[in-house]
């Protein structure tokens, strides 16, 4: 197992996004991204999941929206006893060398620090969190 530290810097290739800030959080189960203009859209007669990726700053991560014909949607609960429906995608996650396919919760994350939040379900039997280190895997 790699050994990874509090924050890291991490990529999503099949997006065309690299080098985010991630919060690495044993507490959190699932693995979310800050989005904007998350909607369902009729694309010829099909429902398409669109959204544009931002960064903790609130701009764009790249100059296009992003449409994923396959996704699911949940009903989260946050740390702060909240209920929100968010949509959940498959895609590619790099951390350090590591190349995971994992899902992805889309959500508004503006008002918290990082634009990546990185759950325990990806860090299961693959990586330590030493909570002593910053951007370990970065090096």
């Given at each position: 197992?790699?050994?990874?530290?509090r924050?890291?810097k991490?990529?999503?290739p099949?997006?065309?996004?690299y080098?985010?800030?991630?919060?690495?959080?044993?507490?959190?189960?699932?693995?979310?991204?800050?989005?904007?203009?998350?909607?369902?859209?009729n694309?010829?007669?099909?429902?398409v999941?669109?959204?544009?990726?931002?960064?903790s700053?609130?701009?764009?991560?790249?100059?296009?929206e992003?449409?994923?014909?396959?996704?699911?949607?949940?009903?989260?609960?946050?740390?702060?006893?909240?209920k929100?429906?968010?949509?959940?995608i498959?895609?590619?996650v790099?951390i350090?060398?590591?190349r995971?396919?994992?899902?992805?919760?889309?959500?508004?994350?503006?008002?918290?620090?990082?634009?990546?939040l990185?759950?325990?379900r990806?860090?299961k039997?693959k990586f330590i969190?030493d909570?002593?280190?910053?951007?370990?895997?970065?090096?």
């Open positions: 197992m790699d050994i990874i530290g924050k890291e991490v990529s999503f099949e997006l065309d996004i080098n985010l800030e991630a919060k690495i959080d044993t507490g959190a189960y699932t693995t979310a991204l800050h989005c904007c203009d998350i909607q369902i859209k694309i010829s007669g099909k429902d999941l669109c959204f544009r990726v931002v960064d700053n609130g701009k764009e991560c790249s100059n296009k992003h449409q994923f014909d396959h996704y699911i949607s949940k009903l989260f609960k946050s740390s702060f006893g909240e929100e429906h968010r949509y959940v498959r895609t590619l790099v350090g060398k590591r995971l396919k994992c899902k992805i919760s889309l959500t508004d994350r503006k008002n918290m620090r990082y634009p990546v990185i759950g325990r990806l860090l039997n969190v909570v002593s280190k910053n951007y370990h895997l970065s090096h």
